[in-house]
């Protein structure tokens, strides 16, 4: 409570799964929206208004929104199922089949309870006891929400955060702003805006998710703020905006996350390629002779035998002297743009370039745009201008359709018209301090605070619509570096302008596992790092065995010497590079499916050992490992010469395999691993299947398709069975055109069984598949009913 004696709530009306409550003095709107069994929402406003009646961020099972965004108040994609709802005069409760919610009516003071399937209740949340609204203002500016915490609990999410995975103890901004060498245990705040995240308790094992329906600038203090008077806390505050937040039930941190995943919209699948190795510095575009540069990038691939798929394209392609100009092109760098991106196209090497959302203002067309309008303001009307870069400049506004049409146009005639692939949205973080900016708001005026995070988000939209537009029979790639949540349906994302250490290392691993415990799944990191001394050469290669695990794999640097990290940085180490570089295009398929489930089922392709085997309590201590989908669990070499590591392996039913020495290792226990130079540790849980590119490719045989499986039967009895997504990894109507290689395995202690089945409409380019069976070689193998002979020391099927 506040000073004030009483702010009693009173029950006004409930209605399509709206239980509305009231405050009058001062005028508080609570409404509780039962949107599903396991979750629910609370909107307070002050008074009925609310100060954002769109949502951007909320796009249930969706693939998009539109750019003016979704009504707050449209439920139609929940299912809205039935609930209890008892009135017990100073107090309210709202019963679904997995959440109840008890309200006190005095300070609208909310208890959340989990509902097991036996109807056991176990709390789960409560709001504190002593004020945990801002009804009047006596807080401060902006809306808070203070909820209790206990010594018992874990914090995962926040996205992008440094640290440690468990933000238990400490406080972040949520903020998005251009950090470039940041410290990766420390610096806060960084460049993405994900207000979620999961509790979990330590003695029951229930947890569930918070999500905070907002794009102001914000604070989320988990423990690190103290008061006697108040009791053990948590809180949330944001600048601006409403009080808008869901509650998601688990019981697992897994449902949680699958769920959220869910609310926030489906992810992007983007085009086979975009999982292949991405070049990519600011050197060569900044160089005089940038075109001979690139041109030479290519040719040392070749040269090397190092596989690419791509080059991101760096911003120098825009200068106008020192300046950089977006929808531009330095014709004395590229004298032939056109001719440059057919050769890269010749090589099968797609090209992705740079584009901000600021002019500076020396952009020759500054002032034509500021006649049109399209720049966010100030309440005077005037241009906003901030610093951006080298020079003071003006954002685009993209929550003006004018700002829309104009991007979309530079987007498709200043790049894609040139053959230029994809969009890279770069320093998009929108960093504009003043309290007097206004956002057009698709027509009706907003501050921008209020919409902060939005704009990041639109831009992505308007580049990923040009794109569509364009080609629409190819689903498209899009990178951005800030974002919030529901990014994940435009771009693939990474952690930013990383410092080169073993630090960055060690916890972007962490970082990345926080962005796909909050929806963000698609996600890698300048490997090598982008700022600071060039990586010496066994931090080169630790950091490149780390980086073809995750989905996005790129070696993007802007060294202090003017070097550049390329896998042929060191002649040392190059052919330990092509190598792992092979064997991330070797794995590509199981990649590839892993990110065809994120986008069918929700499912993260990096996840913390906890998400997959929360059932052991060890998984949950701090680590430096994690799983790519379900059957790789990768133990990255964070530390200087190592030579061994130590790996903790979750208890399972079968036990783990060693992939590089097919040791079989008990679950539940810690074991130490060789860790040369030479690979990355990689233990593989027994009962996998694991699909792979079977055959040895080069610079110019990597589009060529051959198909085998790695077999990694229980020791005793067991059952396992995976499917493999195959389409042509480009097309728009995968829905449509692909099939399933469906293969499941029986384990015995005589025999392992195989079943091979093939289903769907994409004509597979390859005739045979091979399997590889590790462990027990004495057990009889049978395919599809008939016992299988070795051909070059593997089993293979006609198809």
Not at 129 to 153: C, M, V
Not at 535 to 555: A, C, K, S, Y
Not at 673 to 690: D, F, H, Q, R, T
Not at 733 to 762: C, F, P, W
Request: charge should be negative.
């Amino acid at each position: 409570m506040s000073l004030k004696e009483s702010y009693l709530f009173e029950l006004k009306k409930q209605e399509n799964n709206i239980i509305t409550l009231q405050l009058d003095n001062p005028v508080v709107v609570a409404q509780v929206m039962v949107l599903e069994h396991d979750l629910i929402r609370v909107l307070m406003t002050k008074g009925e208004e609310l100060e954002v009646d769109k949502t951007w961020l909320v796009a249930p099972g969706m693939d998009d929104v539109p750019f003016e965004g979704r009504s707050r108040f449209d439920l139609s994609p929940f299912s809205l199922p039935s609930y209890q709802l008892s009135n017990e005069g100073q107090a309210v409760s709202i019963e679904t089949e997995v959440l109840k919610l008890s309200i006190d009516l005095e300070g609208f003071k909310a208890t959340w309870f989990h509902k097991a399937a036996d109807g056991e209740l176990k709390q789960i949340a409560a709001d504190r006891n002593t004020q945990a609204y801002n009804f009047d203002g006596s807080l401060g500016d902006g809306i808070f929400h203070y909820l209790q915490r206990t010594q018992d609990e874990q914090y995962f999410g926040l996205g992008e955060k440094s640290g440690d995975m468990d933000r238990y103890g400490k406080r972040y901004r949520m903020l998005s702003v251009d950090p470039m060498g940041y410290d990766a245990q420390y610096t806060d705040p960084l460049y993405k805006h994900i207000p979620f995240y999961i509790t979990r308790n330590t003695q029951s094992d229930i947890s569930f998710g918070i999500f905070y329906d907002n794009m102001a600038q914000s604070v989320f203090d988990m423990g690190n703020e103290m008061d006697n008077y108040h009791g053990w806390y948590r809180y949330y505050h944001s600048f601006a905006g409403d009080l808008d937040y869901y509650i998601i039930a688990g019981p697992k941190v897994k449902d949680v996350v699958k769920r959220y995943s869910w609310l926030t919209g489906k992810t992007i699948f983007s085009p086979k390629w975009s999982l292949g190795y991405s070049g990519s510095t600011m050197t060569y575009t900044d160089a005089p002779d940038a075109q001979e540069q690139l041109k030479r990038f290519i040719e040392l691939c070749e040269e090397n035998d190092i596989l690419c798929d791509s080059f991101q394209l760096s911003s120098g392609y825009t200068s106008i002297g020192d300046k950089r100009h977006v929808f531009t092109w330095n014709r004395d760098k590229f004298p032939d743009p056109k001719g440059f991106i057919d050769e890269y196209h010749q090589k099968g090497v797609r090209l992705c370039a740079n584009i901000k959302p600021a002019l500076l203002k020396s952009h020759p067309r500054f002032n034509e745009l500021k006649k049109q309008g399209i720049f966010i303001r100030n309440s005077s009307g005037e241009v906003e201008m901030v610093q951006f870069w080298d020079e003071v400049g003006a954002y685009i506004d993209f929550t003006n359709e004018k700002s829309i049409s104009w991007w979309k146009e530079n987007v498709t005639s200043q790049l894609l018209e040139y053959g230029i692939d994809s969009t890279w949205n770069d320093n998009n973080e929108f960093e504009i301090w003043s309290t007097d900016a206004i956002s057009s708001g698709f027509g009706k005026e907003l501050p921008f605070e209020t919409v902060r995070s939005i704009q990041p988000l639109l831009m992505m939209k308007t580049s990923f619509e040009a794109q569509k537009e364009f080609a629409p029979h190819l689903r498209p790639y899009l990178i951005s570096r800030s974002g919030s949540p529901g990014m994940q349906r435009y771009v693939q994302t990474w952690s930013g302008d990383n410092y080169t250490n073993w630090k960055s290392l060690k916890y972007n691993i962490k970082m990345g596992l926080g962005l796909s415990m909050s929806g963000i799944y698609n996600v890698g990191h300048d490997v090598g790092g982008f700022s600071g001394l060039a990586p010496d050469p066994e931090l080169l290669v630790r950091w490149v065995q780390n980086g073809i695990f995750h989905p996005r794999f790129t070696m993007h640097s802007w060294n202090d010497d003017q070097t550049v990290n390329v896998p042929w940085m060191y002649e040392e180490t190059t052919e330990n590079i092509r190598n792992l570089m092979k064997f991330r295009h070797r794995i590509t398929p199981y990649l590839y499916t892993a990110l065809y489930e994120a986008h069918e089922n929700y499912e993260p392709i990096i996840r913390p050992t906890f998400y997959d085997f929360g059932h052991d309590k060890k998984t949950f201590e701090e680590n430096d490992d994690f799983m790519l989908g379900e059957s790789m669990l990768v133990a990255s070499v964070v530390e200087e010469g190592r030579t061994e590591r130590d790996v903790y392996l979750p208890s399972n039913e079968g036990g783990w395999y060693n992939f590089h020495t097919s040791e079989w290792h008990e679950g539940g226990k810690t074991v130490t691993v060789p860790a040369p130079l030479e690979y990355n540790p990689l233990l593989i849980k027994a009962g996998s299947i694991i699909p792979i590119n079977d055959i040895d490719p080069s610079f110019l045989t990597k589009n060529e398709a051959g198909r085998g499986f790695l077999l990694y039967p229980h020791t005793g009895n067991g059952n396992s069975s995976y499917q493999l997504f195959e389409d042509d990894g480009v097309s728009s109507n995968y829905r449509e055109n692909h099939t399933m290689v469906n293969v499941s395995m029986e384990s015995t202690a005589e025999k392992v069984e195989i079943k091979l089945d093939v289903q769907g409409t994409y004509s597979l380019p390859y005739k045979k598949i091979s399997f590889c069976l590790t462990g027990d070689n004495s057990r009889k193998i049978v395919i599809n009913g008939k016992e299988a002979e070795k051909i070059n020391g593997n089993y293979e099927v006609n198809i």
